[in-house]
């Protein structure tokens, strides 16, 4: 009883300290809203912000002066240190996703108007002339320095927001703060844990009402990150174009999948995944979780079947109202 009391108290101890302060930040950065609430001082609070703020400056595709416009303007550009690191995180993502994830879609990109919202559905010429030039292996990282082979343009939005969830992590880490919880567009970094002890629980936007989540993961040192097709589209003649190109037919990626949901310890790794387990779908995306048990994902398909790898199953409640069908991936 004596030893029960004792840990009961050093708990109270310890889940008092650092929980004092909370500072909050909500702003619009990468295109997106964003909201921090951290558990320290509200000078680290600025500081995340305006790390992601300048990380925003450096990956725009959109702007001409960050580093990817003048890159995607000349093919050739001097890297800052942050810049070589995301890209160099990127290409291995799109190694080993074989693709899904290519981060030199942006010509498929612009071509299908997501980029000017003039959408459009470009001629099979069009596109076969852009897919010509849609292949990461044809980026080069050397010496701080990056090069694009020629018709090229790089895009860093399917990662960015994950790679300024890790660098805010890694903030907090060096100010000591040791618990929060980052939205960042909908890529959440549930940093410790609440005062009370437990876990955080992010919720999983609803497709069809994005103000409301069918669930939530319960979850604790992990970023969560999601991908849906209800994000950014367009309609045209009762079909749906979503913003996630597939970079083998050069359309938007059309397989039955409406959003993914993925849970890891990295930042970059669950935003590059959540695309591009959306582009290789539920088969694909079964085997490679198979092949990579170091992330966990939650797979809504069309017919509101819901795809759960064994531990997002642990982490995943559903809320009330919901009725999909759910389907447990085991290893
Ligand atoms: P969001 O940014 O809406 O949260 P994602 O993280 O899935 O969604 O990133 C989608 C963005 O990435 C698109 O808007 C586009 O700029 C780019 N993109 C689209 N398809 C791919 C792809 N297959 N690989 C890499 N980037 C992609
Ligand atoms: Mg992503």
Same mark, same amino acid.
């Given at each position: 009883?004596?030893?029960?009391?004792?840990?009961?108290?050093?708990?109270?101890?310890?889940?008092?300290?650092?929980?004092?302060?909370?500072?909050?930040?909500?702003?619009?950065?990468?295109?997106?809203?964003?909201?921090? +609430?951290?558990?320290?001082?509200?000078?680290?609070?600025?500081?995340? !912000? /305006?790390? #992601?703020? =300048? &990380?925003?400056?450096?990956?725009?595709?959109?702007?001409?002066?960050?580093?990817?416009?003048?890159?995607?303007?000349?093919?050739?550009?001097?890297?800052?240190?942050?810049?070589?690191?995301?890209?160099?995180?990127?290409?291995?993502?799109?190694?080993?996703?074989?693709?899904?994830?290519?981060?030199?879609?942006?010509?498929?990109?612009?071509?299908?108007?997501?980029?000017?919202?003039?959408?459009?559905?470009?001629?099979?010429?069009?596109?076969?002339?852009?897919?010509?030039?849609?292949?990461?292996?044809?980026?080069?990282?050397?010496?701080?320095?990056?090069?694009?082979?020629?018709?090229?343009?790089?895009?860093?939005?399917?990662?960015?927001?994950?790679?300024?969830? +890790?660098?805010?992590?890694?903030?907090?880490?060096?100010?000591?703060? !040791? /618990?929060? #919880?980052? =939205? &960042?567009?909908?890529?959440?970094?549930?940093?410790?844990?609440?005062?009370?002890?437990?876990?955080?629980?992010?919720?999983?936007?609803?497709?069809?009402?994005?103000?409301?989540?069918?669930?939530?993961?319960?979850?604790?040192?992990?970023?969560?990150?999601?991908?849906?097709?209800?994000?950014?589209?367009?309609?045209?003649?009762?079909?749906?174009?979503?913003?996630?190109?597939?970079?083998?037919?050069?359309?938007?990626?059309?397989?039955?999948?409406?959003?993914?949901?993925?849970?890891?310890?990295?930042?970059?790794?669950?935003?590059?995944?959540?695309?591009?387990?959306?582009?290789?779908?539920?088969?694909?995306?079964?085997?490679?979780?198979?092949?990579?048990?170091?992330?966990?994902?939650?797979?809504?398909?069309?017919?509101?079947?819901?795809?759960?790898?064994?531990?997002?199953?642990?982490?995943?409640?559903?809320?009330?109202?919901?009725?999909?069908?759910?389907?447990?991936?085991?290893?």
């Amino acid at each position: 009883m004596k030893k029960v009391i004792c840990i009961l108290f050093c708990l109270m101890l310890f889940s008092g300290c650092g929980y004092s302060n909370v500072a909050s930040e909500s702003f619009e950065s990468m295109d997106t809203f964003m909201k921090i +609430d951290i558990y320290g001082s509200a000078d680290t609070a600025a500081e995340i !912000r /305006a790390e #992601i703020e =300048n &990380l925003d400056s450096l990956l725009s595709a959109q702007d001409d002066s960050s580093e990817i416009g003048r890159l995607n303007k000349i093919g050739s550009a001097e890297f800052s240190e942050d810049t070589a690191d995301l890209l160099s995180q990127a290409l291995e993502l799109c190694k080993d996703t074989d693709g899904a994830l290519d981060i030199s879609v942006y010509p498929l990109v612009e071509a299908w108007g997501f980029i000017d919202k003039n959408y459009r559905i470009p001629g099979e010429s069009e596109i076969d002339d852009l897919l010509k030039n849609t292949d990461y292996r044809k980026i080069t990282l050397s010496g701080g320095r990056a090069y694009l082979g020629s018709g090229m343009k790089l895009d860093l939005g399917a990662v960015a927001k994950g790679y300024a969830a +890790d660098k805010a992590v890694e903030l907090m880490k060096q100010n000591n703060v !040791r /618990a929060g #919880i980052l =939205n &960042l567009g909908g890529t959440v970094a549930a940093v410790g844990e609440k005062p009370n002890g437990e876990k955080w629980r992010v919720g999983i936007c609803d497709p069809e009402n994005t103000a409301a989540y069918f669930g939530s993961v319960s979850v604790s040192g992990k970023v969560v990150a999601t991908s849906g097709s209800y994000e950014r589209y367009f309609e045209q003649d009762g079909k749906r174009y979503c913003h996630i190109i597939d970079p083998k037919t050069g359309c938007p990626t059309d397989n039955g999948t409406v959003s993914v949901t993925v849970i890891s310890d990295s930042g970059t790794k669950s935003d590059a995944l959540s695309t591009a387990l959306f582009v290789m779908g539920i088969d694909g995306a079964k085997e490679y979780w198979r092949s990579h048990t170091d992330f966990e994902f939650i797979l809504l398909d069309e017919e509101n079947t819901l795809w759960l790898t064994e531990g997002a199953e642990a982490a995943f409640r559903m809320n009330k109202d919901y009725e999909y069908n759910m389907k447990v991936i085991k290893a």
